[in-house]
């Protein structure tokens, strides 16, 4: 076989993926694109904001001596420094540039940390449902994942549940809030419990279990809701971001992880994360993107826009018959799948030019999730499909 058997068996375990996305080109090939309403993919359709092109051609005719080269590889000392200063706002902690590393996107970041903690064979839990490339992560560095579902009715944290799951071979839990798929922000308190629980096993026994918190859709809050920074929480917490999706950038790879001051141990932390970024092959944050980010660590897309989408999908959906959570942040909606097989469900929307995925994309059959970064007039477009759809799996419509 010319690739690994590992490699080729995920490939065949989500061919199914593929065959989705072929379908949907298929679709837009004898309908035309405006007759199909893809709501597959977290690609957010907004551009960025002004000051980012503010920002790049003022360095474009300005043009800073050496600007392509490679820095030092956590990045440039006055990013970080601004990354820092918007942590250390937002935890009221002494967030420094040496707690900040600049990444590929957080899904560098994710490979970063979990490289630089994980021993063969630890575990690390995973909160179903949950974006998919996690176990891929923890595999790429000899990790097991192990999957614990929040509540089932509200995507909340499962406190107990996870209590449960935690060994002497636990590394890491990876915590993502607003989540990717569901849209819920969990509260201050639950992560207080969770920061609780691990710092009484460490103390106890020593364990360090790291929290790493995924959170690229921390800007996008909806109805003035705050998302609560973990640091002041939860002890050993490390955060992985990324400028994906709160500056519409996720082609441009950059985003950063940021480790907990008060962990006792953070600088060794450090120093091994710097390696790993390197030695992923990463080497560094691209360099253009990390001068134009300092400048942008206030900045975001338009969240009144994303919350327009939701208001208009949770009112429209509930009023054909879906179920659903109604989510404070992200631009995914997680509701019920009306059939019990949810990917004969998501077979059955694509007859109606409808394309989504389905919840075992996520660990969670049953549900199906539906990602909004799409044009208002997509959305609009799509309901008369949305209420046809209903009718047909015996929903109100
Ligand atoms: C929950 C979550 N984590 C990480 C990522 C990776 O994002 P990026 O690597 O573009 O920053 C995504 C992208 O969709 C995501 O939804």
Request: proline share 6%; aromatic share 10%; charged share 25%.
């Amino acid at each position: 076989m010319a690739i690994a058997m590992k490699i080729a068996g995920h490939i065949s375990r989500s061919s199914w993926i593929r065959r989705m996305f072929e379908e949907g080109e298929r679709l837009r090939l004898e309908f035309g694109a405006e007759n199909v309403y893809d709501f597959t993919l977290g690609n957010p359709d907004v551009e960025p904001p002004k000051a980012f092109y503010r920002e790049l051609l003022a360095l474009a005719q300005n043009p800073l001596p050496g600007m392509h080269r490679y820095m030092n590889n956590a990045g440039y000392a006055e990013t970080r420094a601004a990354v820092a200063a918007k942590l250390a706002k937002d935890s009221g902690l002494n967030v420094t540039a040496d707690h900040v590393i600049m990444t590929c996107g957080a899904g560098g970041a994710l490979n970063a940390v979990l490289k630089t903690i994980l021993n063969p064979g630890e575990e690390v839990i995973i909160l179903a449902p949950y974006f998919v490339e996690y176990k891929f992560y923890i595999d790429n560095h000899g990790g097991v994942p192990v999957e614990v579902w929040t509540d089932h009715e509200t995507f909340q944290l499962d406190i107990d549940a996870i209590e449960k799951a935690l060994t002497s071979r636990t590394r890491a839990i990876i915590v993502c809030s607003p989540n990717n798929p569901t849209g819920v922000i969990y509260p201050a308190e639950s992560l207080k419990r969770l920061g609780d629980i691990l710092k009484d096993i460490h103390r106890r026994t020593g364990h360090l279990i790291y929290a790493i918190s995924d959170e690229p859709y921390a800007r996008i809050a909806f109805d003035g809701k705050h998302v609560p920074n973990i640091f002041p929480l939860v002890e050993s917490s490390i955060i992985v971001t990324s400028h994906s999706k709160d500056l519409a950038l996720p082609g441009e790879r950059i985003g950063y992880l940021a480790a907990n001051p008060r962990m006792d141990t953070v600088l060794q932390f450090m120093e091994g994360a710097v390696f790993s970024n390197r030695t992923l092959g990463f080497v560094n944050a691209p360099a253009l993107m990390q001068r134009l980010v300092t400048k942008l660590q206030d900045e975001s897309v338009d969240i009144a826009d994303y919350q327009a989408k939701r208001d208009l999908l949770v009112s429209e959906l509930t009023a054909m018959g879906f179920e659903m959570v109604r989510p404070d942040g992200a631009f995914y909606l997680f509701p019920k799948s009306p059939l019990k097989d949810d990917v004969e469900f998501v077979k059955l929307a694509q007859k109606h030019h409808i394309l989504l995925v389905p919840g075992a994309g996520f660990g969670a059959p049953g549900f199906f999730r539906i990602a909004y970064c799409v044009d208002m007039k997509v959305i609009e477009r799509s309901l008369p499909a949305w209420r046809a759809l209903a009718r047909e799996v015996g929903l109100k419509g």
